[in-house]
Every structure is written in C-alpha cells, then in structure tokens.
C-alpha cells in the first residue's frame, strides 16, 4: 500500500466547469447511429422515432450534455441535403471512409435533433468544408436556425419542422490536415475565414464557431490558427488525441489481451493529454490571454485493434477496466483546465471506439466507461478548486503517478473524483481539506481487475457500488483498491 496525500482548496477557485467537458461523439461509422442510435421506427426494438429508448436513458442518466454529429471525417464527405425530406427518395451515398457501406441518409439533420431533444442535450455540428460549399453550409444554418420566411426555412417548414431548432456549437471541417483536406495551416484558416462569415446568427440564435485545430501535437497548426483567427471568426479550436497502447498505428493492441506492461503504457499514453493541453494552451495565452477562445478537445479516448471477425472499418472495440482509468485520468485532466478547455467528446457514443454503449440486437450493455461518466457527473457546471497530489510512481516498464485526483464545488457540496492507477497497490489517500466545512462524505467506486469487461452474457460485471471514505477533522481517508475510480461527494 502507498500513501497519498491530496490538498484541496476550495476557496481557490479555478474555473468554471461547463457541463459539455462532459461531451460525446456519434459518427456514422460502423454501428453507431445505424444499428446502434438509430434502428428505424419499424424495429421491434423499443424506439421513438426510430431512436432506441434505452440508449436515450443511459444517455440521460449521466446528463449527456452535448453531441457531436455527423462525424469525424464523415463530416466533411456529407452532404446535409441528402438526409432531409421523405426517406424512400434520400439519395444514398457510400460511405468511404469507414467500409465503403452504403449510406441511406435515413438518419439526417431531423432525426439527429430529435435525438439530441430526447436525450435533453446540446447538439454540436461538424460542417463539411472539405467537399462542401460555403453555400452549402450557410443555407444549413438557415435550414436550422432561421424563424420566418425564407427558403431554406420554408424547406425546413415542409419537411415537417415548423419551429426552427437552437444551434450553438458548429464546426466548420474536421481534420482538415487529414480526412478533411489534407491542408495546410495557412490554406486551412483562409478557407475557414471565409466559411464562417456565411453562417448567420439567424432570429436570435448565437453560434459558437469551432475551427478544426491540430492533430496531437502539431504545435505549429496552433499557432497559424492562432495568428490568423480571433475571437470574432471563432469562439473554439478543436484538438484530436487518441491514446494507442502500443503507439504504433499498425498494431495498436487488443483492448481486452494485453499484459501489465501494455496496460502501463496506455496510462501513460493518456496521460499526455496534461502535456498536450498544456502547451498548446501556452500558445493560445499568447494571441488570447483572456481566453475568449476555448480549447475543444472533441475526439479522446483509447483505439485499439478492432475486436476479432469484425469489420476492421467499424472501429468495434470492447471496454474494460483499463479504459474506465483512462477516461477518469482525462475527465479529471480537463477539469483541471476548465480555463480553457470548455469541451471535449469522447469518440464515440455507441459501439465505436472506447463507447458508453454496446449493443447486440435488442441488447445493452454499459461499459466501464460509461460509469465513470456517471461517477463524474456532479462536475458538470461546478466550479473547479485547486487539487493538489503529492503522488508516488507506479508501473512496468512505463512510470506513472499512482493517483490522478480532481475537485469542484457546486451547490454547497464539494465533489472529488481520483483513480487509482495502479493494478498492484492500494493508495492510501488522505485528502486535507481548505476553505470547505466537511461533515460528511458519500462514496462510490468503479473497480475490478484491469481486464474486467461488461459483456453481453454478464453485462453487471463492472458496475459502480457504494465505498467507505471517513470523515475525521475535516479530512477525508479513503483506500483505493488497485485499478479504481473514484467520486466522494463531500457535504
Ligand atoms: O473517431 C474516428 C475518426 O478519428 C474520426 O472520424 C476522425 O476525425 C478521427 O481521425
């Protein structure tokens, strides 16, 4: 066992914690939307609309507070028109990206803010820049956003969507320097410029633009943006990192076989998000020291080699232990940042990547992942405080620290949420306590062996259960088992 100390002060106020740091991500890729989201309304799976009910309430379980849509590097092939009016005559498309499957189009713009109304969330766009037009694009907002008489509006209007619906947050391309492009920094922030000045504040509706920003740590695409865009053109840049185990794309590792070492390697993997965020971070303080412009962390999370006899262009992964550290050690990052990171979206919702859900048919499971979304949730709209760890090192072959903590204060209550990383040694934490009268402390924890999975022959392997943390002179002990998230709410 080793010993933590954790210092709280929650009277040094940090930032605002905007609920959409807890965000998702729904691509059409794979089984996410169709066969995932989306069944169709003739499904004899429980649905609203062709939505599959159970998902909405796990969706609204853990306050999903925003969803991004139609993709990834779908974005920037899809073209919106395609996916509105009757569904019989939607043209079709292939999708290229991901398998070359045929795309009906049957889940469009309608469809996904319904969705995003069942589940009570914000949705966030991805617009096509990269095969689209800046006509294309403007007359989306309008179709959307634009409450009289116009063409778009009228359009809208006959598809059946009287009232035009909120939007905040597009994205205007993604990746741009991949999928999306394949630009330059310079070509890239023109095109976004001139993008941008075509999408409207139409009837009171305010948007809040997001440029594609850079790949891991492309420095260098930051600081173009940066320099050539200001609060006026966008009120976001986004950052894309995956954590890869192996760190080699061509064999990135099994997400349930994988040894002590590899699992080491993927936290420390993770745990660069900090230096990422950090630095890019720096150069943003640089243009915008007054951070009118947030960092948009949109697509995180583990890829791993695609489960065995599935389609390698569906990104299919299962969810273990492993990934509900992962998660908590980013969560807890970005809280840690709330400055300036002001969203992130864990890729991808629903049977892709490292997913809150999978689904079998008519079956459901909740990942890992998924609980430690709910743990967290009492973050969301918080006010982070200073967390301070005096940790120790942990590991095979890669060291990392042991214990990764954040706090916030909301509504008189005082939430802490750590992970143990460690999948040998119980941490004994004490966390000290400053500027909040602690009486009492409730618990809950995720834990279980790092290769524990929720499947669909046991699908409560993995669940949250209540845990004992102590209360003595305003501060809270808890020992956390090896491989363990979790929240203390203290009152
Ligand atoms: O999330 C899967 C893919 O990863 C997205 O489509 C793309 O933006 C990223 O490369």
Not at 186 to 191: L, S, T
Request: proline share 4%; glycine share 8%; aromatic share 10%.
């Amino acid at each position: 066992m080793k010993k933590i100390s954790v210092e709280i002060n929650a009277a040094d106020r940090t930032a605002k914690i905007n609920p959409e740091l807890y965000g998702h991500f729904a691509e059409h890729l794979g089984r996410c939307v169709y066969n995932g989201i989306y069944v169709g309304e003739n499904s004899p799976i429980p649905n609203v609309r062709g939505i599959r009910t159970d998902i909405v309430e796990a969706f609204k379980k853990i306050k999903l507070p925003v969803l991004r849509w139609p993709g990834g590097c779908f974005a920037d092939g899809y073209h919106w028109k395609d996916g509105i009016g009757e569904k019989a005559s939607r043209k079709k498309m292939l999708n290229f990206n991901w398998g070359d499957v045929m795309e009906d189009n049957s889940f469009g713009t309608h469809e996904f803010f319904d969705l995003c109304e069942q589940v009570g969330c914000e949705p966030y766009l991805a617009g096509n820049l990269g095969s689209g037009t800046v006509q294309e694009l403007a007359e989306w907002v309008e179709y959307i956003t634009f409450d009289g008489v116009s063409p778009m509006a009228d359009l809208r209007k006959a598809n059946g969507r009287e009232k035009p619906w909120k939007l905040k947050y597009l994205g205007i391309g993604n990746e741009n320097w991949g999928c999306g492009g394949s630009m330059r920094p310079e070509y890239y922030a023109d095109e976004y410029r001139r993008y941008q000045t075509f999408c409207r504040n139409f009837s009171g509706n305010e948007l809040f633009k997001i440029a594609c920003g850079p790949n891991a740590d492309d420095y260098y695409w930051t600081e173009v943006m940066m320099k050539n865009l200001n609060e006026w053109h966008t009120r976001g840049i986004s950052l894309h990192y995956y954590t890869v185990p192996t760190g080699d794309w061509n064999k990135k590792g099994s997400a349930r076989y994988f040894s002590d070492e590899e699992y080491y390697s993927t936290i420390s993997g993770t745990l660069r998000m900090e230096e990422l965020i950090t630095r890019h971070s720096e150069i943003m303080n640089r243009y915008d020291p007054q951070h009118k412009i947030g960092l948009i962390v949109d697509e995180w999370g583990c890829w791993y080699d695609v489960e065995e006899g599935t389609n390698p262009g569906f990104l299919y992964q299962q969810n273990t232990m492993r990934d509900a550290v992962v998660a908590a050690c980013n969560l807890n990052i970005f809280n840690s940042h709330a400055d300036r990171v002001v969203m992130a979206n864990l890729a991808q919702a629903v049977n892709v990547l490292q997913s809150l859900v999978l689904t079998d048919g008519k079956n459901m499971v909740l990942t890992p992942t998924y609980h430690v979304f709910d743990l967290f949730k009492s973050h969301q709209g918080g006010e982070a405080v200073y967390c301070y760890t005096e940790n120790q090192t942990v590991g095979k072959g890669a060291e990392i620290p042991m214990v990764s903590c954040s706090a916030s204060v909301k509504d008189g209550k005082l939430t802490v949420t750590l992970a143990n990383c460690s999948i040998e040694e119980e941490a004994d934490v004490d966390i000290s306590i400053l500027g909040f009268a602690a009486g009492s402390a409730e618990a809950r924890i995720v834990t279980d062996e790092c290769h524990a999975l929720n499947d669909f022959d046991n699908g409560e392997k993995v669940v949250p259960k209540d845990f004992a943390a102590s209360i003595n002179n305003g501060k809270v002990s808890a020992v956390l088992p090896p491989c363990s998230v979790v929240s203390v709410i203290v009152s």
